[in-house]
């Protein structure tokens, strides 16, 4: 059973870093891409980043090219979410996520599993 806890959340100013991390277990993870997500409060959830599983490609939304990378270590079934030049509008509970698919899929509806998320919380 495939579990995955994301970590590393917390309360920064704007302009300030954060690196999220996901641990996953259960699975063999280098047959899997991941993927970051976000739901700010009152909004959906929407797409961050993700990356393929081998070889990996990387794509990212608009709003967090530049700022964000996404990386993977594949020895520690673990995904990180490098934030650099955080902005208030960034606030929001950070979910990382498994897919089966092959390439790197930004819908949420491609992804198997799920985590519970961690809060961002970027001050002005």
């Known amino acids: 059973q495939v579990q995955l806890v994301e970590s590393g959340g917390g309360l920064v100013q704007a302009g300030g870093s954060l690196r999220l991390s996901c641990a996953a277990s259960?699975?063999?993870?280098?047959?899997?891409?991941m993927g970051w997500f976000r739901q700010a409060p009152g909004k959906e959830r929407e797409f961050v980043a993700t990356?393929?599983?081998?070889?990996?490609?990387?794509y990212y939304t608009d709003s967090v090219k530049g700022r964000f990378t996404i990386s993977r270590d594949n020895a520690k079934n673990t995904v990180f979410l490098q934030m650099n030049s955080l902005k208030p509008e960034d606030t929001a509970v950070y979910y990382c996520?498994?897919?089966?698919?092959?390439?790197?899929?930004?819908?949420?509806?491609?992804?198997?599993?799920w985590g519970k998320g961690t809060l961002v919380t970027v001050s002005s």
């Open positions: 259960g699975g063999i993870f280098s047959n899997y891409a």
């Open positions: 990356m393929s599983r081998s070889a990996p490609n990387t």
């Open positions: 996520a498994m897919s089966v698919y092959s390439g790197a899929p930004i819908l949420g509806s491609d992804y198997n599993y």
